[in-house]
């Protein structure tokens, strides 16, 4: 397992943008598949995008296909989510999780389950 620690979320009006980050406590961080997933009140928490090891494959989940750019600095240990166009049901604690199995995207990239290793989120609110 390795340490993720998320930060850069925010309140902002709809949209606004926000880049929150994750960075990875890992010799081999360039070996991990890393994932974002988010989770409203009241609701099952959701895929948002995913991003290979060498930052060279990335997918997204539709509703924010367009507007969410992943994409991370292995020189840093660090993954970048940015936010663009947020609307209100953008709202959610955003969690970032490590694949340390696979360093490439699986089939299985969009489910929780397959990460091994979750940071304890950062909160991103959108007002309308």
């Known amino acids: ?12 009006q709809a949209g606004g943008s926000l880049r929150p980050s994750c ?13 974002w997933f988010r989770q409203a009140p009241g609701q099952e928490r959701e895929f948002v995008a995913a991003i290979s090891g060498s930052g060279g494959s990335t997918t997204y989940a539709d509703s924010v296909k367009g507007r969410f750019t992943l994409s991370r600095d292995n020189a840093k240990n660090t993954v970048y989510l940015q936010l663009h166009s947020l609307k209100p049901e953008d709202t959610a604690l955003y969690s970032c999780a490590a694949d340390s199995r696979y360093g490439y995207l ?4 969009r489910t929780a389950g397959r990460y091994d290793s979750w940071g304890q989120g950062t909160q991103v609110t959108v007002s309308s």
């Open 23 to 35: 960075a990875v406590a890992g010799r081999t961080f360039a070996d991990y598949a890393v994932g």
């Open 106 to 109: 699986t089939s299985a990239a």
């Open 1 to 12: 397992q390795v340490q993720l620690v998320e930060s850069g979320g925010g309140l902002v």
